[in-house]
């Protein structure tokens, strides 16, 4: 079983650094053609289904990746980005400065938003756990499955996954990591990132 998990492409929000979890915002220009560029690199790959956080940019993106595929995403809830609560479309800049996540949160992974109504960080990666197993079950091994999600939460999932202890880079916008899933266990395929 192969796993190609993309980060949605660059959206207006990430253009002028505002916090988005689950407010959302479209692609920009930008967005869209890094994402029709991870999706010319993935032409090679056979997509048997395909599931996706149902934001609209991360929807957005599955779609432009699917539209010759000839498949429709299935929407699921489990992949959303983290919920950053009441700190929603602030300047990230100022979020920043209340240091809810600790200055290493790429490393120890503490990233705490329930104080402001939001998640945290773990309880998002116990979703994305809980979603992937029930993908498992319910496919064959040699399909080939694209999910599409969020930078956060993405990073948080796949370095939970089979990134711990090692360096891994957060992923840009319309990243697509290709993942091998055989014997039970994930193995790093290949890292994609757009050109444009």
């Known amino acids: 079983m192969r796993f190609i998990f993309v980060r949605h492409g660059k ?34 790959y056979q997509i048997d289904k395909a599931y996706t956080s149902p934001l609209g940019r991360a929807v957005q993106t599955a779609n432009i990746i699917l539209s010759k595929k000839g498949i429709e995403p299935i929407y699921e809830e489990r992949f959303k980005e983290v919920n950053f609560g009441i700190l929603e479309g602030i300047s990230t800049e100022l979020v920043r400065k209340l240091n809810i996540e600790s200055p290493d949160w790429l490393e ?21 756990h809980e979603a992937l197993q ?40 319309a990243t697509a990591i290709i993942v091998d899933y ?15």
């Open 11 to 44: 959206t207006h929000f990430n253009e002028i650094n505002l916090t988005q979890g689950w407010c959302d915002s479209p692609l920009s220009k930008v967005g869209i053609r890094q994402v029709e560029n991870i999706s010319k690199q993935l032409e090679q």
């Open 134 to 173: 029930k993908i498992i079950q319910v496919s064959s091994d040699d399909d080939t499955i694209l999910i599409v999600g969020h930078g956060c939460s993405l990073y948080g999932f796949l370095k939970s996954l089979f990134f711990k202890g090692q360096f891994f880079e957060f992923p840009n916008n």
């Open 182 to 196: 055989s014997n039970e266990k994930f193995s790093l395929e290949q890292i994609l990132d757009p050109i444009i």
């Open 108 to 128: 120890d992974l503490d990233m705490d938003y329930r104080p402001y109504e939001g998640e945290d960080i773990h309880d998002v990666i116990s979703k994305h």
